[in-house]
């Protein structure tokens, strides 16, 4: 079996990323599964980056506590890291900057070196390790120069050969002096089904382009900013518009503004560009738009820790927006729950007709898992587009169709037995009617009579009980219904958790495990009953309060006393959790 | 058949009698019919305030939107219905104090909307306190000892951020503002109609008398295309000196229009994209 975990950290701003990357692909290609995970401070240059990657040939959920090889292109790096490292760890780097008496297994490759007699700049470092990693890992080196190819095509063959030859002297100067430490991980596996190495705000983008979302309008903020990029990117085949507006309150209006005039639409952002959508959110909620609204957490409050993670966002997103109205808050726990529930937020929205929230964080959003392109696309072939009461077949004004004898005010806000009503596009001929941020009567007509505030306040109220009754989903329970431990977390703490489990499942302790998805509102009557059965229940979340805790307790009255909580902006571990126990 | 007035009137106005809104919703309607539009072919946005009550009065699509944010919202609809005429109907508080950035981007943007300024420079809804064009050394319930501020300029801030079309109109004078916020929606690109008016309940100062000695109309001469004169022209009102008319217009390609995705169908008209084909071999 096959699992091991790789880390590259040298000083930010020379291309650890985009190595990082390159060994995930690479590990894809051949047919192994990947978890990748990043760790950089929120500047350019300077500063300490270091990126990892677990490898296996099955699937990896969850990074682990030892590193097999560690890459160090500088002395940081091995101080920061050697506490991960055992005796049998591999320990890569350059004896003519610095060395180590530790323990470790050492593999000196020398960058300065080469990066002399080739007279290439220092990012070439990278490639360097890349080759020699590889090298390591018994991997052939045609694939990476085949990835450098690909990456400098562009730019003439002479780039690529002087970039393919730092590579194939890493390769060469372990296969040549290191023989003896060559392990046979990377060989191609036989049975291989192509892959996609994507982390979960690429998850986002493929979802939102298969819902159909024609209008994407975002201000940069980490970690959210790779899903502008990627949809702005993509504009001229998908033919979404794509805004970068001049801040969030403009971003959130203008795709309220699209949405109203029919077209699918969705703003993304991260804890502070949403705080000041807010009052836009509840605009949404008395307008009865439909709007997708993506949130990748970071640590706050305020600017907080940009470019690490927490889960810190949930009563913020729960319980967003002035006055009473209903939303949806769904929090997917990989990359592939990121596309089945960005695909669902888009239908949910148009059915209820409210702002859908789908929590992300930087662990989920900027790291990479290997998803199978054949379950992409069946996913995205099978996916049925449901926009509920929404006529978008109206008959508009660019069809050049008789003009009508008189206008009608269209009942906009009909009270309905669901509390959604039917809505027809702006420039649909023969009718008008206005969304009103006051309170309004049926045809959207300011009003302050008390009998039609409160049916239009129950009116929105009942979309709560239609989608708790129609599209609530449980929590998934994993592992024994019998266990007596049980844990209970949300987004993307899953794959820690079940990695959690299985380690323990191996020293014979037995677990279960609600992981959920769907986390406002919560359905009391069938959440309720999960935690009836006396066991010991366990929070495990990536905030220093329990956030879905006090949901639990306000909505189902469930109070869970054991918590493992992280709140230092790096994900929960997997021993944390196991030694709890 | 044409479009008559009475199609575009909705509910009684509740405007206080003598206030300058009456003019202007009334050169608004004009304007409409006379462009032989009907309440079912034009979008209206309207922010917060005395003059977004407006939405009430007027048949149209409308979308009765937040203070300060109507200009973002009407970009979107905009963006989703380019062939869909949007109208933005808002206050000086509203678009130059609350909304002010967005005024800024969309000028540059030369988005394609109306944006129409009721500037009485006061806060009417909210019972008098200052506005940002009210004149330095104002007393309201806000600035009691008299605004500290200098006020805005409108017409110079939006022409330097490369507003396409920039004109002024009186509220006391409907047929000619009538022609202006025409010749506005027929503009194509961001145009804005800052409208003087005045406030009959909570502005003693900027009244009717105040506003015809110092309004005239530009003259007939008067070279809308070139940006230095019209930045000289639009200046005077620093010394509350008011020209009405068409200060500058420029023939440029809309936002829409630079959209390479939205050269042959509207966003709302395209067809789906299915081929994800072409985005994943990035991910491979």
Known sequence: MVDFTIKIGGEAGFGIMTTGLFFSKIASRLGYQILDYVEYPSLVRGGHNAYEIRVSDTEVIALKKEIDLLVCLNKETLEKHKDRLTPESLVIYDRDEFDFQDNFQKIAVPFKKILTDFNGPAVMKNTIALGASLAIFG???????????????????????????????????????????????????????????????????????????????????????????????????????????????????????????????????SGGGFALMVESLSLVGITETSLVVFIAQRPGP?????????????????????????????????????????????????????????????????????????????????????????????????????????????????????????????????????????????????????????????????????????????????????????????????????????????????????HFNHLYPLNQKRVGPLFRVKRRYILVENNSWGQLGKILAMEVGVRIKEKILRYDGRPVAVEEIVNKI | MNSLNQDFTGYSPTWCPGCGN???????????????????????????????????????????????????????????????????????????????????????????????????????????????????????????????????????LVLTQGATFVAQGYAGDVNHLTQIIKAAISHRGFSLVNIIQPCVSFNKINTYQYYQERIYNLDENYITDDLNKALIKASEINQEKFPLGIIYQKQSPTFTEDLIQLKEKTLIEKERFSNTDLLIKEFI
């Open chain 1, 139 to 269: 991997g052939k080196i045609e694939i990476l120069l085949d990835l450098i190819k690909a990456q400098f095509e562009k730019k003439g063959d002479q780039i690529v050969k002087f970039n393919q030859q730092f590579a194939i002297a890493g390769y060469d100067e372990v296969k040549k002096n290191y023989p003896s430490f060559i392990k046979n991980f990377l060989t191609e596996r036989q049975e291989r089904k192509e892959q996609l190495v994507i982390t979960g705000n690429d998850a986002f983008s493929l979802g939102a382009v298969v819902a159909d979302c024609r209008l994407y309008a975002a201000y940069p903020m980490t970690p959210s900013s790779s899903v502008l990029h990627t949809l702005a990117l993509w504009q001229d085949k998908t033919g979404m518009v794509v805004r970068h507006a001049e801040d969030e309150i403009s971003v959130i209006n203008t795709a309220i503004g699209a949405s109203f005039a029919g077209v699918r639409s969705a703003v993304g952002t």
């Open chain 2, 22 to 156: 009456w003019g202007i919703g009334s050169a608004i309607k004009q304007a409409l019919v006379q462009l032989d539009f009907s309440p079912d072919q034009i979008v209206a946005v309207f922010g917060i305030g005395c003059s977004g009550n407006m939405n009430d009065f007027l048949n149209a699509y409308g979308f009765h939107a937040l203070h300060g944010r109507a200009i973002p919202l009407a970009i979107g609809i905009k963006l989703a219905n380019h062939k869909l005429p949007v109208i933005v109907i808002v206050g000086d508080g509203d678009c130059y104090g609350e909304g002010g950035n967005h005024l800024i981007h969309a000028a540059r943007g030369n988005h394609d909307i109306t944006v129409i300024v009721h500037n009485n420079r006061v806060y009417g809804l909210t019972t008098g306190q200052t506005s940002p064009t009210s004149a330095k050394g104002f007393k309201s319930k806000s600035t009691p000892l008299g605004l500290l501020e200098a006020s805005i300029n409108p017409l110079t």
């Open chain 1, 302 to 514: 305020a600017t907080g820790m940009p470019t690490w993670t927490e889960q810190g966002d949930l009563l913020f997103a729960a319980f967003s927006g002035h006055g009473e109205f209903p939303k949806i808050v769904l929090a997917p726990g990989d990359q592939k729950e990121m596309i089945e529930l960005t695909l669902k937020a888009f239908n949910l929205a148009d059915i209820y007709q409210t702002p859908v929230i789908i929590l992300s964080d930087m662990y989920l959003s900027e790291g990479h898992r290997s998803v199978e392109r054949d379950w992409f696309e069946e996913i995205a072939a099978k996916y049925k587009i449901n926009r509920g009461k929404i006529s978008i077949n109206s008959k508009l004004k660019s069809q050049n169709s008789k003009r009508q004898l008189k206008t009608k005010n269209f009942l906009r806000y009909k009270i309905t037995e669901d509390g959604i009503s039917e809505k027809i596009l702006p420039g649909t001929l023969g009718y008008f009617y206005q969304a009103n941020s006051y309170e309004h009567l049926e045809d959207g007509h300011t009003t302050e009579d008390l009998a039609e505030r409160v049916k239009q306040v129950n009116k929105r109220n009942r979309k709560i009980g239609a989608y708790l009754s129609q599209d609530f989903q449980l929590p998934n329970f994993y592992g024994d219904k019998n266990a007596e431990v049980i844990f209970v977390s949300w987004g993307s703490t899953k794959g820690v958790v079940l990695e959690a489990q299985e380690q323990l499942r191996k020293k014979g302790i037995k677990t279960g495990f609600y």
